[in-house]
């Protein structure tokens, strides 16, 4: 699904929010585990977002962190736990 809003914000041409996109694409591949994916959509969510919002921005700072550290983001394999219903 992250895939499908970043093109669609790459079709539309919403060049300043496909940072978002890249945010939400880091975010579940580190929530599978795979730590090379979500660096790679991190890093370009950190690079766009720096040129559309700043540094300021919580989503910026938060590809910053995943960068640093993927595993020891929030983010870090959320997808795999086993939920509280189970």
Do not use: C
């Amino acid at each position: 699904m992250a895939d499908l809003l970043i093109s669609l914000y790459k079709q539309e041409r919403m060049w300043g929010w496909v940072y978002i996109g890249y945010y939400h694409a880091a975010v579940e591949w580190n929530g599978l585990g795979k730590v090379w994916k979500a660096v790679e959509f991190a890093r370009l969510a950190y690079d766009e977002g720096l040129f559309s919002v700043g540094p300021r921005d919580w989503r910026v700072k938060s590809m910053k962190r995943l960068v640093d550290d993927p595993t020891g983001h929030w983010s870090w394999a959320f997808r795999l736990k086993p939920s509280e219903d189970e």
